[in-house]
């Protein structure tokens, strides 16, 4: 159903009489002007040098159904949050005028904006301009052509009386009817049907999709995504033909045809992403094999329904072939491989967290000026968070921290509130929030006190926070609308590139990759040896497997951290084993047996130990700089131990021990041990430069923090 078609007079009228009184009006001036549309309407320049401006605006000269349209539009742009371009909208105003006036017959008796499509408008107004000779701008007939086609949009949700989903241009932002999470990443995102031209399968995919968001089986995303994948769909039998709902004419005929399917996913090229000019990747030829699989189920099941509800009996003709399409073999297996470098290096978090600071900076000095996209940026980073559980944060996020009131007891750099988020991803499970400390704290407010300003110099009503932390700068007063995931991305793109950032074997680092940022924080969790329960809470997951997706980092991370220190031997000398050697010797992911409190065994797997516990006289003990702390409290006690046996020793026989009594001489041979190992590590830990390398590793208690003490701090329950 075209647009003109939705149209009637009676309904123009009723759209017209729902309005406030005082914004029923066919102009509106300084006499008249309601005063949220005084706040919504830009300033027109009549004479900049005697300072004359006006924010006047008229509908006068067009049909009276035309008028009750362009009110009904204004208002509601205005009511959600859109400013009123006074300059744009009498143009339009005046280009509609000039088409009615003096264009062709077909114009001249049109009574709405409807009568004809935005592209015929446009046609119009050219040839209007022409029969005329009308001196005007240059651009008059491409407003109208855009403008136009804005309002027509609102109007055909306005004048559509059926139900929402018969439409074939979904469209959240505008039509309240279509069903929506109250905070949907997507939600300004249309669906479009149109692509999908063979008319049985284009109104049987809205019926089954609008089912499935009613129902929740799927969210606004999910239907974007299902439509995409129905679009191949539509794409083959343009290629291949079909007979209708059931395909073929026979059921021997079916799978041939799906393997005509199958076989064009397989041989097609891409067009565009990471594999542009080769293959389609699994997961891309897979999805609309699921999908396509999922609707005929669907679509079988619900049979007897669809052709009362389509108007389509062919539907009734579906079989039991209809509902498993595909075999196992036909569908790529899934893909979830996450790449290695998701978990980014500590240097590497500082150096983006130091050279941030360029997206707040002015573009005068060389910066983004974007002060949002740099706060957004740090509780990413402090966080964990995904991108659109920060961007999409309630303008208030923050909770009390719940505590046992010993509130003298918290450390300085502890948590001081609860942070909440929206979970965009998963739905289910305990409310979305973590602990936060006074780092976290800090940027919200100074964040807040952006986004009040930010509404405030848009003519917002004093006192009024808006919806969102984060703020859609364009036709936003209200601060209805979230910063857009797009424009982010765009901004961490263009840090990507300011600062070329690599990490320790050279990689460039791409920072609009904020899932990155989880990864890293998820690791950090877990390589602290934070229990997995408490891991699943901060990172929002439903189950322990999920959370267990980001420990698959730790084999890279061990090994890593292993060849981090060169390894000394009980005797103060370097082991002689390559690190790389000793590593695949001591299975550390598999070897437990081997692994002790202040360092490794280098024996054989398959020999047993017949020294006990004499490891620090064994040459087949190793350490590094991760023990220190350990070592160093060993050496301690041991020192302590001695001295008091001395001390009972002289006490009962009269005089101390001498170093060849069989129990002091192994304590001596001991701390004679530790000793030389702690100064062979403070040797070996020794950069060229004289600075000391940081001590890192699983568990230490003085590994380095470079953003603050309170970001690595273990989170609670």
Known sequence: MSIAQLFSEERARQLWESLPEEHRRDHFDSTNMPEDYGQAFTTQTIDRTRGWFTQALSFRGLPEPMVWELAWCVHQQVADGYSINIDRFQKLRRGLNLAIEHGGPSVRSVRSLTALTHEEWEREVRSAVMRTNTSTTANLSTLVLHGVKHLQDRLAYA???????????????????????????????????????????????????????????????????????????????DQAGCTGPQLVGSPE?????????????????????????????????????????????????????????????????????????????????????????????????????????????????????????FHALMLLIRTGRRMNEVLMMDFEPLLPLLTTGKEDSREPDGFVARLRYQQTKITGGDPPTIPVDQEVVDIIR????????????????????????????????????????????????????????????????????????????????????????????????????MTMHYAKTLAVTAEREFLRYKKVTADGRTAEVDPSDLYDLLHLDQRADR??????????????????????TCDKFVTDASHRGELQHQLQQSEALIARRQTQFTARHGEPMGEDNVWLSGRLAETRALSKVLVALDQVSVHQDGQLRAVRGAGTSDRPEPLSTAQRQEPTA
């Open 595 to 616: 692994v002790l409190p202040n360092g490794w065994c280098m024996l054989p797997p398959r020999q047993v130990c017949s020294k006990g516990n004499a490891c620090l």
């Open 253 to 373: 005929e079916l799978r041939p045809w799906l393997l005509g399917l199958v076989d064009s996913l397989n041989s097609h090229i891409a067009m565009t992403g990471p594999n542009k000019g080769g293959k389609l990747a699994r997961n891309s030829r897979r999805g609309p094999l699921v999908t396509i699989e999922v609707f005929y189920r669907w679509m079988y099941d619900n049979r007897a329904e669809a052709v009362s509800v389509l108007g389509e009996p062919r539907w009734a003709r579906l079989g039991l072939q209809h509902t498993v399409l595909f075999r196992l073999e036909d569908k790529p297996r899934l893909t979830n491989q996450l790449p290695d470098d998701m978990a980014l290096e500590d240097e590497v978090i500082s150096q983006i967290a130091a050279g941030s600071g360029v997206l707040a900076a002015p573009k005068a000095e060389g910066g983004l000026d974007d002060r949002q996209a």
């Open 446 to 545: 100074v964040q807040q006190q952006w986004a009040r300003e930010f509404v405030a110099a848009h003519g917002a009503p004093e006192g009024t926070d808006p919806r969102y932390l984060f703020l859609g700068i364009q036709n936003n007063r209200l601060g209805l609308r979230p910063y857009a995931s797009g424009t982010f991305h765009m901004r961490l793109s263009a840090l990507t590139g300011m600062l070329a950032i690599t990490d320790s074997v050279g990689r460039a680092v791409v920072i609009s990759k904020t899932h990155t940022f989880r990864h890293t924080r998820a690791t950090d969790l877990i390589n602290a040896g934070v229990p997995i329960h408490v891991v699943m809470r901060y990172l929002g997951h439903l189950t322990p497997a």
């Open 159 to 237: 004048y559509h009386d059926g139900e929402w989903w018969r439409l074939n241009v979904w469209n959240p932002g505008l039509d309240r009817r279509i069903p929506q999470r109250e905070h949907e990443p997507s939600g300004r995102k249309l669906a479009n049907f149109s692509q999908l031209t063979t008319d049985w399968f284009r109104e049987a995919a809205k019926w089954w999709l609008s089912v499935q968001l009613s129902t929740e089986q799927y969210v606004w995303s999910s239907v974007k995504s299902r439509l995409d994948h129905l679009k191949w769909f539509q794409w083959y039998i």
